[in-house]
């Protein structure tokens, strides 16, 4: 282990954040930029970096932001995105992904930041910090830009598991409310679960029962349950949090991503079209940087892993220095807002709600 300054002056007060270094696409050095932003405008943040030591101490160097906020866990393994995550909890343990987890395992970090492998990640985010009590299956949960006041949508799971019963899309709508109060600062969110339409009659036997066991316990659970919502609904401003399971938020997801980028290129190429469209590109710049904040992946990069004990963040593989802070600017709030404890307390809440019901069930039949 070594630290560039004093251990206590990098943990005076702040809440810390463990970064895996490693993995993504553009390298370390973009890690590096993405916390040194980030430490640029937030005065409350350090951070534990876990990677090569020798490569780490060259990077954060050259960044006068991190000066006394950046403590160095040497760690020389790296995941690799083609790695079988079954492979890495079998030989990971000198890799920069499971120190950053050890870290808030331990208690010395409150997030874990990584732009790697997701699987791998999901995998020895279990292993290392375990399942709540009474989660079945953690979920991954990003933002998706709306129609809604807050700017966003939460959407959960969009892939750490494919797979999904009745019970786990009860559990996806308590976490995800949690962290729509947590994380958006909504005191009522409301919840939709997605199906094929919004009749109550359509979809698989496990929705519709999941229809039921999610509106039976809404109100104790303080949201607002809207019922089954379509996929044209995922941007708009009918509910703040889409239930889904794993297989079909992923594939949205990424629709999504595509979709935006297609959006994005079709613009360019009109402007630039004839002379006229370039004059009119110019007219409309402020306009048009607007939409491309709006829309741009960066900006709202970070899908949070739920159901652990402990927050993980997993950021894009691709994530450059911009993308990098913005899923250090969203690990901060949840840390700040005592996301783990809230969300712990919640699942536990929910756990026991849903033992009531299916008992009052069971009894009346």
């Known amino acids: 282990m070594s630290t560039l300054s004093d251990q206590s002056s990098t943990r005076s007060g702040r809440i810390i954040i463990s970064v895996d270094a490693m993995g993504g696409d553009l390298g370390p050095a973009a890690v590096v930029a993405g916390i040194a932003l980030s430490a640029k405008v937030n005065p409350d943040i350090a951070f534990i970096l876990h990677g090569p030591q020798d490569e780490l101490e060259r990077l954060v160097s050259k960044r006068k932001q991190l000066a006394g906020r950046c403590e160095i866990r040497d760690a020389t393994g790296i995941v690799q995105m083609t790695d079988k995550p079954s492979h890495i909890m079998r030989h990971g343990k000198d890799t920069s992904m499971w120190s950053a987890l050890d870290s808030v395992r331990d208690g010395e970090a409150t997030v874990a930041v990584s732009c790697g492998n997701t699987g791998a990640l999901m995998a020895l985010s279990m ?18 830009p709306s129609r809604n006041p807050q700017g966003f949508n939460v959407m959960l799971d969009v892939g750490a598991d494919v797979r999904a019963d009745e019970h786990d899309l009860l559990q996806y709508a308590l976490m995800g409310a949690s962290y729509a109060r947590n994380g958006m600062n909504l005191s009522h969110p409301r919840v939709g679960l997605l199906n094929v339409g ?33 996929g044209g609904d995922i941007p708009g401003d009918v509910c703040d949090v889409i239930v889904t399971d794993g297989f079909t938020g992923n594939v949205a997801l990424k629709t999504g991503e595509g979709t935006a980028k297609l959006i994005g290129d079709l613009l360019k ?76 307390a919640r699942v536990a809440s929910a756990t026991a709600l849903a033992h009531d019901t299916k008992t009052q069930q069971e009894d009346t039949q």
């Open 269 to 344: 190429e009109a402007f630039k079209y004839t002379p006229l469209s370039r004059l009119a590109s110019l007219l409309a710049l402020t306009s048009l940087r607007r939409l491309k904040a709006r829309i741009d992946p960066r900006r709202v990069n970070g899908g949070v892993f739920l159901g652990l004990n402990g927050t993980v963040v997993k950021s894009h593989g691709s994530a450059d220095a911009t993308g990098v802070s913005a899923a250090v600017k969203l690990a901060f709030k949840l840390a700040q807002s005592g996301f783990s404890e809230k969300l712990a």
């Open 198 to 230: 919004t009749e109550e009659n359509k979809g698989r036997a496990e929705l519709k029962v999941a229809h039921e066991l999610i509106g039976s316990v809404a109100s104790q659970a303080n949201f607002e349950f809207v019922g089954f919502i379509e």
């Open 127 to 144: 292993v290392r910090l375990r399942k709540l009590p009474g989660v079945n299956r953690p979920a991954i949960a990003v933002l998706w």
